[in-house]
């Protein structure tokens, strides 16, 4: 059995190159251009039901499972990536920004343990960060 520790919404938003940032973008406008995307089942199914169209007619010149590694691609110019907003908030480049879409798009983000589980110290405080960093 397990316990919940955290539960958030999160909104997808685009990563693009920072000369692109704007308040916000229509999602039938972010179609057209190349786009990024989770490699995950789940995570993917959910981007293109957001899209609104199917993966063949969309240009994808890669999928991903770590975003650290996307933040390279955005940064060439292969395209752009749909993602959590904030998820590469350890990665700051002068050249990339989040920029919203619309309409919003949340999703729920749970992360769980075993239950009467005992952490170690570092574990602890890490749990205490999330809680404060996503109660902000």
């Known amino acids: 059995c397990r316990d919940i520790l955290i ?9 693009i190159a920072k ?6 973008i229509a999602v ?4 057209p251009y190349p786009l990024i ?10 981007v293109l039901n957001w899209l609104g169209c199917e993966e063949r007619n969309l240009k994808v010149p890669v999928k991903y499972n770590l975003l650290s590694n996307v933040a390279l691609l955005v940064e060439a110019g292969m395209g752009c ?21 619309y309409p919003e798009h949340t999703t729920r983000c ?10 170690q110290p570092a574990a602890s405080l890490f749990i205490q960060m999330l809680h404060n960093r996503l109660s902000e």
């Open 19 to 24: 000369k692109f940032e704007s308040s916000g």
């Open 81 to 101: 990536a749909v993602c959590l907003d904030g998820a590469l908030s350890i990665h700051y480049s002068e050249e990339l920004c989040f920029c919203p879409v």
């Open 7 to 15: 539960t958030h919404n999160l909104r997808l938003v685009v990563y």
């Open 110 to 119: 749970v992360l769980l343990w075993k239950k009467n589980r005992l952490f």
């Open 37 to 46: 995307l989770p490699s995950r089942e789940k995570a993917l199914s959910e």
């Open 28 to 31: 039938e406008d972010i179609r």
